[in-house]
C-alpha cells in the first residue's frame, strides 16, 4: 500500500503494560486514561482511528431523553453529566444545541402526556446543572407539517459535529502521555499462556509484515468486531454484541433548521432526528439487526427511502426530494447480544467483560457505549485494569453568554490569522478544528505558501492542517487526512474535483511525486464512495421495512 509517511519504527518484541485493540472514541479514551496514569499503553486500530461506528454515528453528545422513557435514570444522569464535561474540556469541538421535541398528537399514550414530558424535560435540565437558558425555534416549529397536530417542547443536548477531531486531539494526548499509537495494525491473536494474557500477534496492515509484542494486559475495544478478536484469538466467550445498524441520510440545510435540531417520529413511530450539521442536514436513524462483518457496513435502499419519508412527512415544505440527499452512512451499534429484546429497548450502558470468567486473565472486552460516555468507561476500565482513578469532581459548563468561549474563540482566531498569514474566517474554522493546536498549524503555515493554500476552492482549510496530521495526528493516507483529521469531504460541496485538487496541493506540499498523488486519490475515492455513497438518490424505493 502506497502511504504518505516515512517508514513507522518496529513493534516486533516490545513490551506493553496495555494493549488496547480498536482506535474508536472507546479504545481511544481507554488509552489516553491508562497512559496518563503512568501504564506503557500501545493503542491500535486494523485501519485508521474512528473510522468504525465512531463516525457513523448521529454525534450527538447527549443525556439521551428516550432512555428516560426505558427508565435508565442512572444512564440518563450519568450521561448529563459527561456531556457538561465534555463541553467545558473541548468547547471548540463540542457546542450546546437546542432542540425542539415535537410529538404528533395522535395516539398519544398516557406515558407520554404532556405532563409527563414536561417533567422529564426539567429532570433532564436540573440533572445537567440547569444552568444553560432553553430558547424555542418558533421559525422550525412553523415548519413542521402544519397538516397534523402537534405539541412541541424546546430542550437542550450537545453535539460534536467530529468526533474524528475528538479522536486525534486525545490521541496526541495519549501519546505525550506516552502511549505509542497504530494505526493500520491489525491484531490476529492475543496470545494466552497458562491461562493469562502475554501478548498479541499483529499484522501491520502497510507492509504485511506479522509480529508479536508481549502485553500484561489486553482491552478489546472494538466495537461491533469485538467478537471477532474473541473468536481469533480462541477465546470461550459466548456471543458478547448484538450489532444493530444504524443509517443516516444528509440534506441540504432548509429555512428555520439553523441552530436547532429535531426529535421526533419517524413514518413507523420510532425515534428519529433531524439534526443541522456540518452546513447540511443529518436525519437519522435506523435499527437493523446487523450480524454481517462490519467492515462492509452499508445502509440499504430500504432504510435511506424510510429515513427520506420520515423526513419529508415531518418538513412537506423544506422544498427538498429524493434528489437533494447528498450522501447516506451507516455504522453498527455495538449493543450487548439480547437475543429476543425489542432492538429500542436494549441498554444503551457500556458493559466490561472481564474474560477472567472464561478462563482467561488479563483481558477485558468492551460492549456497548456511547460517544458521550467515553470518558467514564475509561476510567472503569482503567480501574478494572487495577489502576487507582478518582472519580472526578461534577463540572457543569457555565452559561453561554458569560462563560466567554465565543469571546476567547474569535480571539484565538484572529491570533492564528495574523500568524498564519490568512483571512480571520479561515483563521475560525482552522481554530474551530483544532483548538489549542491551531497556534501550531497557523506558525507551519507561516513558513510555506503553498501551505497556506485552501485544500480546495470551497473550503477555508488549509493544506497546512492535513501537513500537521500526517506529521502530528497519525495520518497515513489520504482519507485518513480529508475524512477524519481535516474532514472537509463531509463537507457539502465536496466532488471529485475537489478530491483531486486536495490531493494535488496536499501532495505538493508534503514532496509527494505525480503517480503517489494519483494513487492516493483513487484510493480516497473508492474510500469515500464506500463510507458515503455520493451519488443519484432520484429513484425511489418499494416501501420500506425496517425493524422496530
Ligand atoms: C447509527 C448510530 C448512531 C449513534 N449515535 C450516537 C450519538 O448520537 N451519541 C452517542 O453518544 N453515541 C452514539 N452512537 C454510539 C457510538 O457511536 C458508539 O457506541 C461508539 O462510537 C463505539 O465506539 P467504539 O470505540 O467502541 O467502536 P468503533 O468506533 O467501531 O471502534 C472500533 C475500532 O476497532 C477496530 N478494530 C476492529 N477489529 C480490529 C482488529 N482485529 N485489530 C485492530 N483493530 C480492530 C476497528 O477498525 C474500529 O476502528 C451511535 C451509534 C450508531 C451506530
Redesign the pocket.
Known amino acids: 500500500m502506497a502511504v504518505c509517511t516515512a517508514e513507522r519504527a518496529p513493534l516486533a518484541g516490545r513490551h506493553f503494560d496495555v494493549l488496547v485493540?480498536?482506535?474508536?472514541?472507546?479504545?481511544?479514551?481507554i488509552a489516553r486514561e491508562c497512559a496518563c496514569r503512568g501504564k506503557q499503553t500501545l493503542v491500535?486500530?486494523?485501519?485508521?482511528?474512528?473510522?468504525?461506528?465512531?463516525?457513523?454515528?448521529?454525534?450527538?453528545?447527549?443525556g439521551?431523553l428516550r432512555y428516560l422513557e426505558h427508565l435508565e435514570i442512572g444512564l440518563v444522569r450519568e450521561?448529563l453529566r459527561e456531556r457538561e464535561r465534555l463541553l467545558c474540556q473541548s468547547p471548540h469541538l463540542v457546542r450546546p444545541m437546542q432542540f425542539l421535541l415535537a410529538l404528533s398528537n395522535e395516539h398519544r399514550p398516557l406515558m407520554r402526556s404532556s405532563l409527563a414530558i414536561r417533567t422529564g424535560l426539567w429532570l433532564y435540565h436540573s440533572w445537567a446543572g440547569g444552568q444553560r437558558q432553553v430558547t424555542p425555534n418558533y421559525e422550525l416549529e412553523r415548519q413542521l407539517d402544519a397538516g397534523r397536530s402537534w405539541s412541541v417542547f424546546s430542550y437542550e443536548d450537545a453535539?460534536?459535529e467530529f468526533?474524528e477531531r475528538l479522536i486525534a486531539e486525545w490521541l496526541t494526548e495519549a501519546v505525550t502521555a506516552g502511549a505509542t499509537a497504530r494505526n493500520y495494525?491489525?491484531?490476529?491473536q492475543v496470545l494466552v499462556r497458562n491461562g493469562r494474557v502475554t501478548g498479541a500477534r499483529?499484522r501491520d496492515m502497510l507492509t504485511g509484515k506479522e509480529f508479536e509484542i508481549i502485553a500484561h494486559q489486553v482491552v478489546n475495544?472494538?466495537?461491533?468486531?469485538?467478537d471477532?478478536?474473541a473468536k481469533?484469538s480462541g477465546l470461550k466467550s459466548a456471543q458478547m454484541i448484538g450489532g444493530?445498524?444504524?443509517?443516516?441520510i444528509v440534506l441540504p440545510q432548509f429555512h428555520g433548521i439553523s441552530g436547532t435540531g429535531v426529535y421526533t417520529e419517524a413514518v413507523d413511530g420510532r425515534p428519529f432526528?433531524v439534526i443541522p450539521w456540518n452546513g447540511q442536514v443529518l436525519a437519522?436513524?435506523?435499527e437493523v439487526a446487523d450480524s454481517g462483518n462490519?467492515?462492509n457496513t452499508q445502509p440499504s435502499a430500504d432504510e435511506v427511502e424510510y429515513l427520506f419519508k420520515s423526513f419529508s412527512s415531518l418538513f412537506p415544505h423544506a422544498g427538498l426530494s429524493r434528489a437533494d440527499i447528498r450522501y447516506s452512512f451507516?455504522?453498527?451499534?455495538?449493543l450487548p447480544y439480547s437475543p429476543g429484546k425489542k432492538m429500542a429497548s436494549i441498554t444503551?450502558r457500556?458493559i466490561i467483560h472481564n474474560h477472567r470468567e472464561d478462563g482467561v486473565s488479563g483481558m477485558l472486552s468492551?460492549i456497548?457505549?456511547?460517544?458521550?460516555?467515553?470518558m467514564t468507561l475509561a476510567r472503569e476500565v482503567a480501574r478494572e485494569l487495577g489502576i487507582h482513578v478518582k472519580e472526578p469532581a461534577n463540572i457543569f459548563a457555565a452559561p453561554a453568554p458569560a462563560n466567554g468561549v465565543e469571546s476567547s474563540f474569535r480571539h484565538w482566531a484572529r491570533l492564528v490569522a495574523c500568524k498564519a498569514g490568512i483571512p480571520e474566517s479561515c483563521a475560525q474554522a482552522v481554530a474551530g478544528w483544532h483548538g489549542r493546536h491551531a497556534l501550531a498549524i497557523a506558525q507551519t503555515a507561516s513558513f510555506n505558501p503553498k501551505l497556506r493554500l485552501p485544500l480546495c476552492e470551497h473550503t477555508c482549510h488549509i493544506v497546512a492542517e492535513a501537513a500537521e496530521a500526517v506529521r502530528h495526528e497519525f495520518a497515513v493516507t489520504l482519507a485518513d487526512i480529508l475524512l477524519r483529521r481535516v474532514p472537509v469531504a463531509l463537507g457539502a460541496c465536496w466532488s471529485e474535483p475537489c478530491s483531486y485538487q486536495a490531493a494535488s496541493r496536499i501532495g505538493c506540499a508534503l514532496g509527494w511525486n505525480e503517480s503517489l498523488i494519483n494513487t492516493e486519490f483513487e484510493r480516497f475515492e473508492a474510500e469515500r464512495e464506500k463510507f458515503l455513497h455520493p451519488g443519484d438518490y432520484r429513484v425511489p424505493h418499494p416501501p420500506a421495512v425496517v425493524n422496530g
Open positions: 485493540i480498536g482506535g474508536g472514541v472507546n479504545g481511544v479514551a491500535i486500530d486494523q485501519h485508521d482511528f474512528a473510522s468504525g461506528t465512531t463516525s457513523r454515528s448521529t454525534r450527538m453528545i447527549h439521551g450521561s453535539q460534536c468526533p495494525t491489525r491484531l490476529l499483529l475495544a472494538s466495537g461491533p468486531w469485538v471477532l478478536v481469533a444493530v445498524r444504524g443509517a443516516h432526528f437519522g436513524t435506523t462490519p467492515d451507516a455504522g453498527v451499534r455495538p444503551r457500556h468492551i456497548g457505549g456511547k460517544l458521550t460516555t467515553a
